[in-house]
Structures are given as structure tokens and as C-alpha cells.
């Protein structure tokens, strides 16, 4: 089996019926064990792995805002949060006074900074999650890219399963 560079997911959390077969994340080098990943897997004892890989996370800055060329202007930060946690220092040092939102996953969190832009009330929203969302999310623009704390360490394990 060839080991895959990059994993594009733009849905919600999968849930609801099993199918035959799954390829989920598991652990992260920055963040640790992936635990509704893992409590997900252990309600499914049905599920039998059969190969696992490592994939380099990336993660830019995006928004919809079309105002604020200047990040400071960033009052809040939405993403899955275990991407915030990647990225903690990097925003911290960029956004000191953006509250960073947790949210399911990283593209809700695209998806919750996109609806939240409001440039007229001085909210200006952006989402952590991969860079390639811009190609296929109208409107969404890169502030700053390769904002993961450890750029180059930043790697997670993805496991395959199928239905025994």
C-alpha cells in the first residue's frame, strides 16, 4: 500500500451507520491521542485495523472578511480543538486578544468564521484548517499560512479499519 501525503476532509464528524470501511486520525506528535476519534472506535468492536499512516498537518489562517489585511483585526478564532491546540503559541503571539472558539471540526469551524464575519459591527472571524479549503469554499481567502506551532513535527496518524 502507498502511504498518502494529504487527507482533504471537508464534512462534519462522521456518525450515524458503519460502513465498510473507515480511515480516521488517532494520534497527533502536538496534541496527543485524538479522543473522540478513540471513544468513537470503542463503540465499534466490530472494527479491525488493517494499516495505518502518518500525514504532516499544515494549518493556515483563513477567513471571508474582506477588511482586515491586518490579522491583529481578528477578534475570533473557530476550529476543531485539537488545530487550535497545534497552533496555540502561533496565535497567541499573531491574535493576543482573538478568542479562540472550539468547535467540531475544521471545516464548522471555517464554516462558523465565514457566517460570523460582520465587517460593519467590527467582528472579523477566521477558522485554522488546511489551506486547501480555498479551492473549494467560496469566499474563504488565506491570512497566514503554516501557522502550526511545529511546522515540521506536526504529524498525525491515520489508521484504516473495516468491518470484521
Do not use: W
Not at 489585511?69 to 499573531?94: E, F, N, P, R, W
Not at 493576543?96 to 472571524?125: E, Q
Not at 502550526?148 to 473495516?162: L, M, Q, S
Amino acid at each position: 500500500m502507498s502511504h498518502l501525503n494529504k487527507i482533504f476532509y471537508l464534512g462534519p464528524p462522521a456518525s450515524g451507520s458503519l460502513n465498510d470501511a473507515a480511515i480516521v486520525p488517532t494520534y497527533n506528535t502536538t496534541s496527543g491521542p485524538v479522543t473522540d476519534t478513540l471513544a468513537a472506535l470503542e463503540s465499534h468492536p466490530s472494527l479491525v485495523e488493517t494499516s495505518s499512516f502518518p500525514v504532516t498537518i499544515v494549518h493556515s489562517l483563513l477567513t471571508s472578511c474582506t477588511a482586515p489585511s491586518d490579522v491583529s483585526k481578528i477578534t475570533k478564532v473557530y476550529s476543531k480543538s485539537q488545530a487550535l491546540h497545534q497552533c496555540s503559541a502561533s496565535l497567541s503571539s499573531l491574535l493576543p486578544d482573538a478568542s479562540l472558539i472550539p468547535v467540531t471540526s475544521t471545516s464548522s469551524g471555517l464554516r462558523m468564521a465565514l457566517s460570523s464575519c460582520n465587517v460593519s459591527d467590527g467582528v472579523f472571524a477566521a477558522a485554522v484548517c488546511n489551506r486547501a479549503m480555498v479551492d473549494v469554499v467560496e469566499g474563504a481567502r488565506v491570512l497566514r499560512e503554516n501557522v502550526n506551532d511545529d511546522v515540521d513535527g506536526n504529524v498525525t496518524t491515520f489508521k484504516c479499519y473495516r468491518v470484521s
